[in-house]
């Protein structure tokens, strides 16, 4: 679900690690793991508000004959809806908050880059991630590359910080 614009293993592979360490809150007393959370709550949110018939979910799993025969069980049944539905979400939150490998900058031991990491990630106004349809996606994490070699950040979320400067310059240049 996820494809990095290098194309490399690695970086996957260190994606992976940094989300398993994270997650578990050694490294953020839990609050990355509180935010994403938050944040999948949020996205969880729109993709229901999006469906085009709300009903409920777990009666149409449970009337659909071919989904409990491959689930083996009901409880199975949902359980894979759940990772169907979740799974593409978390690839849409991470192609987002690794570009540029910007999670590594969790894992360092500047308490101050964590802090700024972590308000940024937690302030849906200062990140927003507006929704968009999941189903059978794969997400590219940008990043930029610049003669052979992959760019990395120094700062949390640079780009979104980059672009929101460039936001300000473009509003203040239409006043003057």
């Known amino acids: 679900m996820l494809r990095d614009e290098a194309n490399s293993g690695e970086f996957s592979t260190k994606r992976v690690e940094n989300l398993l360490t994270l997650l578990d809150g050694s490294y953020t007393q839990g609050l990355f793991a509180k935010i ?3 944040r999948l709550h949020s996205l969880l949110k729109d993709y229901e508000a999006n469906m085009p018939i709300l009903k409920s979910w777990v009666l149409n799993e449970a009337s659909n004959d071919s989904a409990l025969q491959e689930g083996g069980t009901f409880l199975h049944t ?3 809806k759940i ?3 979740v799974t593409p979400l978390l690839a849409y939150l991470v192609s987002i908050i690794d570009r540029d490998c910007n ?6 031991d500047e308490e101050h880059i964590g802090n700024l990491w972590l308000e940024i990630f937690g302030n849906k106004e200062m990140l ?6 999941v189903e059978n996606k794969v997400f590219m994490v940008q990043s930029h ?3 052979g070699h992959t760019m990395f950040c120094r700062l949390p979320f640079s780009w979104w910080i980059k672009e929101f400067l460039d936001g300000l310059m473009m509003q203040a240049s239409r006043h003057q």
Do not use: F, H, N
Request: zero cysteines; a positive charge.
């Open 36 to 38: 994403v959370r938050k």
């Open 78 to 80: 949902l359980w894979r």
């Open 83 to 85: 990772q169907a539905v």
């Open 103 to 108: 999670m590594d900058l969790l894992r360092e």
């Open 128 to 133: 927003s991630l507006p929704y968009v349809r």
């Open 145 to 147: 590359v610049t003669g």
